[in-house]
């Protein structure tokens, strides 16, 4: 079974929400997913609130060979870049 990390839109029309979620790579859209690893809210007023990761359940499937897709990689990259400006010393 190959596992993906990737968005699934659980929010209305004109108010996009989405999970990040492990599921099966032949899933649909909508298929059931294997764990919820966070949350990506786009119109979020500030951008700690815009997405929201789970980052020892993202590790775990990492780890585990869980690929990311490129939106989703791009997310976790700007989440790793925060939590390592947020433990800088200032």
Do not use: F
Request: a positive charge; glycine letters at 6%.
């Amino acid at each position: 079974m190959a596992v993906v990390l990737r968005l699934q839109r659980i929010g209305k029309r004109t108010q996009p929400h989405y999970r990040i979620v492990a599921i099966d790579k032949k899933s649909g859209p909508y298929g059931q997913p294997l764990e919820i690893v966070g949350h990506y809210d786009p119109k979020a007023a500030k951008d700690k609130e815009k997405v929201t990761i789970n980052t020892a359940k993202l590790d775990r499937w990492v780890k585990n060979g869980a690929k990311a897709s490129e939106t989703v990689g791009s997310l976790i990259a700007r989440v790793r870049k925060a939590e390592k400006a947020a433990a800088a010393p200032k």
